[in-house]
């Protein structure tokens, strides 16, 4: 009864390959969010995703796309992958009523070799 | 440019004492606050929230209090206990696009048996 889950935990990849992290919410939330924590341990938004728009915080490569297929699913993208996308993944959503508390997944650590 | 700063990276306790974790913020449109705790390995955690209308909320042993005058937060934690042993989150979100959370760099707490 995992409320948002993400798969694999763990990813260890050559650079220059194409790689995808899934993302699933069983809570019901209409808004999901992509976050990267970096080695510094900071943890910043990527994406914000609802069934009506699509927020990409402009920092981010865009070999970075999110894909989802559902109001549930919420999945990471990357291309041509490079050393420095080295990092920990975390998904998240929430509802959009309300104030907005996030619910986050355990996160999949990225390893570009 | 930090919007969101926890200027002490770590900080220890001895059990049964109060814990005081602090956030400052410099986005004036921010108006809901929330801090998440992080356990090794595993995403974060919604611990206890406040929006701007507020100045403080209590959660059991969580007390958050919020200075808006200063875009000061903290969170109290009484009595602390080992488990409490985390890395702790202050997050601000407000009218920017998507309702983004912006996160803080963390502080660690160890709490000392």
Redesign the interface.
């Known amino acids: 009864d995992t409320a948002?889950s993400q798969t694999p935990k763990y990813l260890v990849t050559q650079m220059g390959n194409d790689k995808s992290i899934k993302c699933e919410q069983n809570l019901g939330h209409d808004?999901m969010?992509w976050y990267k924590q970096d080695s510094?341990?900071?943890?910043?938004?990527m994406f914000?995703y609802n069934n009506k728009?699509l927020?990409i915080?402009e920092t981010v490569p865009n070999r970075f796309s999110p894909k989802s297929p559902d109001k549930a699913h919420l999945n990471l993208h990357i291309n041509s992958l490079e050393l420095g996308d080295s990092a920990v993944y975390?998904c998240?959503s929430?509802s959009?009523g309300g104030?907005?508390?996030?619910?986050?997944?355990?996160?999949t650590r990225l390893t570009v070799l | 440019d930090q919007q969101v700063k926890q200027n002490s990276p770590s900080l220890s306790v001895q059990e049964g004492r109060i814990s005081i974790l602090n956030c400052d913020y410099t986005n004036s449109m921010f108006d809901y606050f929330l801090w998440y705790k992080k356990y090794p390995a595993e995403g974060p955690t919604f611990l206890i929230s406040i929006s701007s209308i507020k100045d403080k909320n209590e959660d059991g042993r969580f007390t958050v209090f919020l200075n808006k005058s200063a875009k000061h937060l903290s969170l109290h934690i009484v009595p602390s206990q080992p488990g409490d042993s985390a890395v702790y989150f202050c997050a601000a979100s407000g009218l920017n696009a998507g309702n983004m959370l912006t996160f803080g760099g963390g502080t660690r707490l160890m709490v000392k048996p």
Do not use: C
């Not at chain 1, 510094?40 to 938004?45: A, E, M, T």
């Open positions: 948002v808004t969010y510094k341990k900071f943890l910043k938004i914000s728009e927020i915080n975390f998240a929430s959009r104030f907005n508390t996030q619910y986050f997944g355990p996160g």
